[in-house]
């Protein structure tokens, strides 16, 4: 696919969200140098540690590549605040001063028309309620297609917003306590949403463990808060984003047989082709989730004898189950 051209310099702000992995935060600091947007939000989570204060204090150096015209902000903490409470910190801080804009995290690598794409359909949908974020990822995408239309709609992608921009009113119904979920949860009007049974139990699942605070992230929660208002994403034909964190450094992206490791990002043609209508393309959310979201047939197996057996036999068998897991992967 030929390079990108940009058509006119970038007028979109850009959230840049990191913690202690420099080279991985760099690669997206070059990223964004070659946008060269006009202000640029740059958050640092605090060390644990005084090893790890060596490590944020590096990635904090970054700011030295900020050699454009650029308003530059910082957040920069003190002690560690975690993942869940200083990403919905970083965003907070954002959207207070700026009514829409592009996320990226020190793992997230986009190409080029990333951002150029980001903007427009920000430009687009701005005053459409419906639409919820525009997403840079698509991993089911094929470099090689000739789609009809630069993009399409989706409802039911869950977690790895892995590069997107949105809007400070659709971030204002965000809750990052989920605190409508034990209301919602199993009524007619939330299951008749879920293309299959094994979505739901997964997003179910997921929201449940979100909600009680098993899964600490801040993620999820953004999820049901597009499902809560009928929310809408806009996902690209194209991925327009590398997720370099699977090296094992990661909270949610480790190293193994993860699906969600592809290496399939190129560039955006342009001009855009934009769809004539919104419609959700269910057939391939569907698609989606059986690909990359519905754990594998082991863990199904496992959570459905979980289910069936006494709490004392299952704290027994887990560990060897783990093992014999480890053995089947080789």
């Given amino acids: ?58 990635v904090r150096s970054l700011v030295e590549l900020v050699d454009w015209p650029c308003e530059l902000h910082t957040r920069f903490q003190e002690t560690n605040q975690g993942l869940k409470k200083c990403m919905v ?50 991993l089911m995408a094929d470099p090689n297609a000739t789609p009809s239309a630069s993009y399409y709609f989706s409802q039911h992608g869950y977690g790895a917003p892995w ?16 605190k409508a979920w ?7 009007e939330w299951n008749a949403f879920f293309l299959s049974r094994p979505e739901r139990d997964e997003a179910n699942h997921l929201f449940e463990a979100t909600w009680d605070g098993s899964i600490k992230t801040w993620d999820f929660q953004h999820d049901f808060a597009r499902i809560l208002n009928k929310g809408i994403t806009i996902m690209p034909e194209f991925n327009l984003v590398r997720n370099i964190g699977f090296e094992g450094t990661g909270t949610n992206t480790v190293q193994g047989d993860d699906p969600r490791d592809v290496d399939n990002a190129c560039e955006m043609p342009f001009p855009l082709v934009h769809p004539k209508r919104i419609v959700v393309d269910k057939k391939r959310d569907l698609a989606y989730f059986n690909a990359f979201i519905r754990p594998p047939l082991f863990r199904r197996m496992k959570s459905s004898v979980k289910k069936i057996i006494p709490k004392k036999v299952d704290e027994a068998i887990t560990p060897f189950l783990s093992r014999l897991q480890k053995r089947i992967r080789g």
């Fill in 163 to 178: 590069g997107w921009a949105g809007w400070r009113t659709s971030w204002a119904l965000y809750d990052a306590d989920m």
């Fill in 1 to 58: 696919m030929s390079s990108f051209v940009p058509p006119a310099p970038l007028r979109t702000p850009v959230l840049l969200a990191a913690f202690s992995r420099y080279d991985t935060a760099r690669t997206v600091m070059e990223a964004i140098r070659v946008a060269r947007p006009p202000r640029l939000y740059f958050a640092c989570d605090g060390p644990r540690s005084a090893e790890e204060k060596l490590k944020t204090d590096k």
């Fill in 89 to 138: 910190g970083n965003m907070d801080w954002f959207f207070q001063h700026e009514p829409e804009g592009i996320v990226l995290e020190d793992d997230t690598a986009p190409v080029p028309s990333f951002f150029w794409f980001c903007e427009e359909l920000l430009d687009r949908y701005r005053n459409d309620e419906s639409i919820w974020w525009i997403l840079g990822n698509n």
């Fill in 182 to 188: 034990p209301t919602v949860r199993d009524t007619a």
